[in-house]
């Protein structure tokens, strides 16, 4: 499964910012998908996931209140918006598909197989 991440961009601290992770020609119905950021020098981390029914989802202490996962109700896409960016959310996102449905308790990379190329948020000083 491919998937592919859109959306990222330059936005001011305090601004918003929607990410979109789809798989062309395939539907993430049957998927759980996460969400990851890595900047530079740091470990990937996961932002947050969401299940293939959409009824459970899970964010990381650092984004929540701040930060939405969702899905489309055509099952194509895959959204995390984020709001009051901070400098600290500057990275590079990832979505990745996990193909057992679910949004694991544990936030390691293991559980996702396929992955996109990431999308660049840029926050300025």
């Known amino acids: 499964l491919q998937v592919v991440e859109s959306g990222g961009g330059l936005v001011q601290p305090g601004g918003s910012l929607r990410l979109s992770c789809a798989a062309p020609?395939?539907?993430?119905?049957?998927?759980?998908v996460g969400w990851f950021r890595q900047a530079p020098g740091k470990e990937r981390e996961r932002v947050s996931c969401i299940s293939s029914s959409g009824g459970s989802n899970r964010y990381a202490d650092s984004v929540k209140g701040r930060v939405t996962i969702s899905r489309d109700s055509a099952g194509t896409t895959v959204y995390l918006q984020i709001n009051s960016l901070k400098r600290g959310d500057a990275a590079v996102y990832f979505c990745?598909?996990?193909?057992?449905?679910?949004?694991?308790?544990?936030?390691?990379?293991?559980?996702?197989?396929?992955w996109g190329q990431g999308a660049q948020v840029t926050v300025p000083s």
């Open positions: 990745a598909a996990e193909v057992l449905g679910g949004c694991p308790r544990s936030s390691t990379i293991q559980p996702y197989a396929d």
């Open positions: 020609g395939f539907s993430l119905d049957y998927y759980g």
